[in-house]
């Protein structure tokens, strides 16, 4: 892993092939492993960066007094494409939605193209029942502890408020303990994640933020799951007319997480996006 320092602390990425820069975003308690199945099945000729966000599963905490709601978030991101002096960026979405808010916030230049798979939009922040979960355990003394305890036991895991709308397939063992590890180890992790969790999301201002994104004026390809209950299907095609060049398309059989559920469809979608 490598890493870099911007003003909110030091974020740590994989970086793999050269080329123009594909930047793929995760989720909340998610880091960038999430995009394994996939990386190996993407084409040649692209510099692959997956940073990890300071969103519960990241292993460097962030500076104390680090504005980490969703805006400060949003900075992250940007501060993030700056400090690896990233143009030309091709910037994948995936889960969580803040950074679709870069073009309301005036901090899009380095992004030349996007590709949005299941992610919040308009006012699905936090996103459907796994993300009211998410908020209540926040208000909660020791409640995203024992959230993450939760989602290291299999058949808890897969239950609607957990994993289980997020995946069709089961998440394996092994990369809930890695995404869980930071957040039940690290007091700067948990502070890092409840000052996201506690902090403002307001609905009309999302949606507005949201549909900003119709002053994007670079390709776009919104690559759905019409089948998953946590991002509503017509979201999808709501973000999809709101660009003036984005294409619709879909990954039938899959729930949120679609780069864990059907690797090779997403791959290919993807690819022939990137090429």
Not at 132 to 137: F, I, P, Q, S, Y
Request: net charge negative; charged share 20%.
């Amino acid at each position: 892993m490598r890493s870099i320092e911007i003003p909110a602390g030091i974020v740590e990425y994989d970086e793999t092939g050269s080329g123009p820069p594909v930047v793929l975003l995760h989720g909340l308690l998610m880091d960038h492993t999430v995009w394994d199945r996939v990386l190996p099945l993407l084409p040649s000729g692209l510099r692959i960066v997956r940073p990890v966000l300071p969103l519960g599963a990241h292993r460097r905490p962030m500076n104390p007094g680090a504005d980490l709601t969703l805006a400060g978030q949003v900075n992250v991101v940007a501060d993030f494409l700056a400090a690896l002096d990233l143009d030309d960026v091709t910037l994948v979405h995936s889960d969580w939605g803040g950074a679709l808010l870069l073009t309301a916030r005036g901090l899009d230049r380095r992004v030349a193209r996007q590709v949005f798979l299941p992610c919040e939009a308009f006012d699905n922040f936090p996103p459907g029942l796994p993300g009211t979960m998410v908020k209540l355990a926040s208000r909660v003394p020791g409640g995203l502890r024992f959230a993450a305890r939760q989602l290291r036991v299999g058949w808890l895991r897969g239950l609607p408020p957990l994993f289980g709308q997020m995946a069709r397939r089961p998440v394996p063992d092994d990369l809930v303990r890695r995404w869980t590890d930071p957040l039940l180890s690290d007091p700067g992790v948990l502070r890092d994640l409840l000052a996201y969790c506690r902090g403002p999301f307001d609905g009309p201002s999302l949606i507005r933020d949201t549909e900003a994104l119709s002053r994007f004026g670079g390709e776009a390809l919104v690559l759905w799951s019409p089948d998953n209950r946590v991002m509503p299907p017509e979201h999808g095609h709501r973000l999809a007319a709101l660009m003036p060049r984005a294409r619709y398309a879909e990954v039938p059989g899959a729930y949120v997480l679609s780069m864990l559920d059907e690797p090779e469809a997403v791959a290919r979608e993807l690819g022939e996006f990137l090429t």
